[in-house]
């Protein structure tokens, strides 16, 4: 079946260490994104990339890196100084750049500061 | 600059009552509008997008939106709600302004009461 895995579901981190969080897609899509969620404020764009090798800033990147090394994968590393990373981070992808597509969806990791 | 509002953050709901999930949008350009629904600790999927064409749209599981450009709306409705529908909705748009970023609404949570 075809769709987006994020690994791993639950992550813990302790305070000054960087962590990555996973992302594969065999949707054979272009766009992929990045999401922070906090309980009340919807979503929240950290990094998004169109293709391979490319990538730009969202709202909230701060804190966060990104690659795009292959056009499956698109991981995201939540640094040490990213000074309030717990939150549940959804990554998705879409067809292309184009405003008519949606997005789709990977079940989410949820990060908490230990 | 362009916006989201869902004016609800919680509906409570009796079973196999309607409900009506409101969303409002700010934008200059033109638009395309989406509603995504999130059950608990998971991804979002998609109910239903208004690219154009028909102002009714119908999506998934009974839903249906209608697009009201003179009232910048795009309210989410069913007209008989059952148990499995607690969730929480978002309401998205994308636009001229730029292709990848998709912007949310706060998101709605729906909770069904037997």
């Known amino acids: 079946d075809g769709g987006i895995t994020q690994s791993p579901k639950y992550l813990f981190r302790k305070e000054g260490q960087n962590v990555t969080l996973s992302c594969e897609q065999n949707?054979?899509?272009?766009?992929m994104y990045w999401y922070r969620q906090d309980p009340g404020q919807g979503l929240r764009l950290i990094y998004y990339s169109q293709i391979v090798n490319d990538f730009q800033k969202g709202d909230i990147a701060e804190g966060y890196s990104v690659s795009r090394e292959k056009k499956e994968s698109f991981p995201l590393t939540v640094t040490s100084a990213q000074k309030n990373p717990t939150a549940f981070y959804l990554c998705?992808?879409?067809?292309?750049?184009?405003?008519?597509?949606?997005?789709?969806f990977g079940q989410g990791t949820r990060l908490t500061v230990v | 600059a362009q916006s989201v509002t869902q004016l609800d953050s919680q509906v409570p709901v009796f079973e196999e009552a309607p409900v009506e999930l409101r969303c409002n949008y700010s934008s200059s350009v033109s638009v395309y509008l989406f509603w995504y629904v999130q059950y608990p600790n998971q991804g979002l999927q998609l109910l239903l997008k208004?690219?154009?064409?028909?102002?009714l749209v119908k999506g998934i599981n009974g839903f249906e939106a209608e697009f009201n450009k003179s009232q910048t709306s795009f309210h989410l409705r069913k007209p008989s709600v059952h148990i499995s529908d607690t969730a929480e909705y978002f309401c998205?748009?994308?636009?001229?302004?730029?292709?990848?970023?998709?912007?949310f609404g706060s998101g709605t949570r729906l909770s069904i009461r037997p």
């Open positions: 208004y690219l154009s064409g028909s102002t």
């Open positions: 949707l054979n899509h272009d766009a």
């Open positions: 998205a748009v994308t636009g001229l302004w730029s292709a990848s970023k998709i912007i």
């Open positions: 998705a992808s879409s067809i292309d750049d184009r405003m008519n597509t949606e997005a789709f």
